[in-house]
């Protein structure tokens, strides 16, 4: 049975989605502030936390900002009435997987719940895969490294990687990254996949002699070792 953190304010709301849920045959814990949001999760073992951002005491934002920088990886869906591509922007930065405005179907919503739960699913089976051209990713402690040398990455970064690893030696686009790594549809006259390949290649390509993520003209990236494909 799935474990599910519902942070959210409102009774109403709340109410509704618990039942749902419930029928559906995930366990449930509801609460109604970011800070106990952040006690429950360091306490509690979740699959997933449903997060609304306007809270009474601080904002869902802020929750996402603090798990992440405790290495806290459950995935985070935001749920929120705040509809502006800027609000979804600034949650996926803050640390979400994805955002689900309100008002909302239930059924999209229970969509978005499972496609999470797959997405961790495959994050835990990375075993295959956990080992490329220097780079090791250790799912346990949720870091990377390349020869040896610890990368320090976020966990989008991260997210960003394991994305590569899975599917190196083939050219990405940007809409596929965008897809599997923010799991929704992104404004793609926004910059963001390109702002985190960039983040990504800093810290993976930088101070090695190899550049292992490459550009592909006209299509996107690739994770590749000795690849003639230029760089932007």
Request: aromatic fraction near 8%; hydrophobic fraction near 45%; charged fraction near 30%.
């Amino acid at each position: 049975m799935n474990k599910v953190l519902l942070v959210e304010d409102d009774p109403r709301v709340a109410s509704f989605i618990l039942r749902g849920l419930e029928e559906h045959l995930y366990q449930v814990k509801t609460v109604s502030k970011g800070y106990d949001a952040i006690n429950a999760v360091t306490e509690n073992d979740f699959d997933i936390i449903i997060l609304d951002i306007m809270l009474p005491d601080i904002t869902g934002f802020e929750v996402c900002e603090v798990l992440r920088s405790r290495k806290i990886i459950v995935p985070i869906l935001i749920l929120s009435a705040l509809d502006t591509p800027q609000e979804k922007i600034k949650g996926l930065q803050a640390g979400a997987d994805d955002y689900l405005a309100k008002p909302f179907l239930f059924e999209e919503l229970l969509a978005r719940i499972n496609a999470q739960l797959r997405r961790a699913e495959f994050s835990a089976g990375i075993l295959d895969f956990q080992s490329y051209a220097g780079i090791e990713i250790n799912m346990k402690e949720q870091s990377a490294s390349r020869e040896g040398k610890e990368l320090n990455l976020s966990s989008r970064e991260l997210k960003l990687l394991i994305f590569f690893m899975k599917n190196r030696e083939k050219a990405l686009s940007r809409i596929a990254i965008a897809e599997a790594v923010w799991n929704l549809d992104l404004d793609m006259n926004t910059n963001t996949v390109d702002v985190y390949i960039n983040y990504l290649r800093n810290k993976v390509d930088k101070n090695f002699a190899e550049p292992l993520i490459h550009t592909v003209k006209g299509t996107g990236y690739m994770l590749k070792k000795k690849s003639h494909e230029s760089q932007e």
